[in-house]
Structure formats: C-alpha cells, structure tokens
C-alpha cells in the first residue's frame, strides 16, 4: 500500500510544479496518493464500472482546484476529502445508502451478550486464531461483513486501521465531527465483530 | 475492581490504547475470563482488518489522468487572476466580482415581481381580506411570515451542506 504524502515541503513543491505547468509532477501527486483514493472509492462504491470514472473525476477536480489549495491540510487529505466528496455525491445521485443511515439511529445494543457465555469458551484467543478460524476463512467473512455495512463505516473503518489515518485526519476527509467518526468507528467495530462471531456460531468454523 | 462487565465501548478503548485504561478496568479484565474473551474478539477483529490487502486500481490512473489534462493556464478564466504562489492562501480570485454580487438582483427580482402585481391587483387584494377581522388578518400574516421563514432557513441549510461538500480548504 502506497502511502500518501505527509512532508508539506514535498506537498508545496509538488503544488508549486505543477501550478507552472509540470505535469509530471501532477503524475507524481497521482502515484503518491492513490491508493488513498482507491481505499475510499472501492469502499463507498460498489459498482465496479463506476469506479474509474470516478477515480479520474477526483484527480481532474484536484488539478483544476490546486490553485486553491492553502496547505492547512496535507494534500493527500485533501485529495481524500475531494474523493470522499465525489463518491458522496454519486452516492446520493444514484440514491444508494447513505452514510450511516439504518444504523445510525440504532440505539447501542449489546449485542455481544448473544455470545456472553464466550464465542471460544474455554479457548483462548490464540488457539482460536490458529486452529479453528482459518486465516483465508476469516478473511472472506471479514469482506461480507464491510460489505454489509454502510459505505460511510466502511470507509471510517479502513481510514483508521488500515491507512491509520488519525480522527483528525479522518475528520477533515469526510468533514464530519470528531464525536461523530469515533461513535460510527465503534459502531462499526462492534457490528463487524458481531457479523464474524454469527458467522463462527452459524457455521461451526 | 468493577464488578459488572465491561461495555463495548471500553473493551474497544482498551483493545485500541491499553495504556489509557482505567486502573478499575484492568484489574476487571485481569479476572474476568468473560471479558477477555470479549476482548480478544475484538482483537482479532483489529487484527484482521489490519491484514486486508489493499483495493488497486485495474488501470494506470496517472497515465489516465494525464492524458486528459487540460493546460494549466486554460483552466483559469478569463476575469480571473491567481495569487502570487508565496502567498499561501493561493486561490483564484475573481476580478471585480464579488462573492454575493448575484444575490442582490435576485432579491430585486423577487421585490418587484410581487410588489407590482400588489400595485396592479392592489384594491382587489385588499377586497379578499377587508372582510377578515383584525386578529385573523394578522394570524395569516404571521403563519405565511413563519412558513416563509423556516422555509428560507431550510433552503440556506441544503445551501450551506453544498458548499461545505464543495469545500476545497
């Protein structure tokens, strides 16, 4: 996974480059960045045909609006706030599932207690890990379970642990409180966690 | 020590940073085999998350992208002009156009267009309401003045979440 770029030297540079006409700088903005973009696009966009489309609209937006990019924020978070934004919009145009909508008036529930007697009982988390639930097994239930989940959570979920992106980082991409992305963060945790151990209870893994 | 399990919540804050746990919390999971194992799930979770291959794109995006670049200079309208690169709040600022200009000859437009149709129609607008009472009049003043209002706010609200979506630093 490529690492955005994070030095607001490098960033100032690069924008100075590229606002004198380089375009491989530009390309350089592209490479450093995308796979920031492609996590927030493959997460809120399901429809694999859309999805290019879209990765070049966010990067012709960063382009034309370079100019008016005041360095406040790292200019990948900038690109990730501009990506997230366009998906945003895709999303309501096409009026699929909005962010956090059906799980986001649910009252917290523990619904972990479903599985108080322990999901292992008498194993411990180690030999779960090793001998019952198969690495490759998990996996695929992991990937059914984000899908399951809003595209909003989705997205929360790899910023933080996969690009671990801080909350502030997280707040400027998606522009929602800090409050916000912590509850939908463990909201999101807590119905991932449940998906996996119903999986575990519902076929024996 | 606590004696009743630990929430969702904590048992995240501590999965997460150990280190800003509470002393009655540690010493709760230290003994609560129920919790640990609560933990541990969320452990795993984390765990796993953290091992997901990253999505890629199926294309060369830059090369994509490059090839439809416009120039720079051609993206900069005519009317415009672009801050010295020094200064760091560089964005292109309209020339002799100013934010909120549009908004007065709308507001012209939306004065005249009723306040001409009360000086052409005027008497017979007054004939519909001279048989209402003083307070019934008022009533319908105030409840339109009202529906107006949160309806304009309404609109400003959808106006402003655009903007901020549209907010580029």
Known sequence: MSKPTGNNQTDKHLVERVLNGDRDAFGMIVCQTEGLVAQIVFKMVSQTEDRKDIAQDVYL??????????????????????????????????????????????????????????????????????STLYQRELSAILRTALQELSPIYRTLITLYHQEELSYEEIRQITGLPEGTVKNYLFRARRALKDHLMDTYKKEGL | MRADHLSDMELQQWVLDPSNTGADHRAHLGQCEECMIRAGEYRLLIAQIKQESAPVFDFDLAGTVLSQLPDYDNLVEPGYERAPLADAARYH???????????????????????????????EVWG???????????MLVTSAALILLFQGMEVYRKYQRKIDALNLY
């Open chain 2, 93 to 123: 600022r309209p020339v002799g156009f100013r934010r909120g200009t549009l908004s007065w000859p709308i507001l012209l437009v939306i004065s005249i267009v009723p306040g001409g149709l009360l000086y052409l129609f005027g008497k």
């Open chain 2, 128 to 138: 519909i309401f001279s048989g209402f009472s003083g307070m019934m009049l008022w």
């Open chain 1, 61 to 130: 937006k960063a382009y034309q609006g370079l100019a008016r990019f005041r360095f406040s924020a790292k200019l990948s978070t900038w690109i990730g706030q501009i990506a997230y934004n366009t998906c945003l919009s895709y999303l309501e145009r096409k009026k699929l599932v909005l962010p956090g909508d059906g799980q986001e008036g649910e009252e917290p529930e523990e619904t972990s207690r479903a599985f108080s007697g322990g999901a292992f009982p008498g194993v411990s988390h180690d030999n779960v890990t090793e």
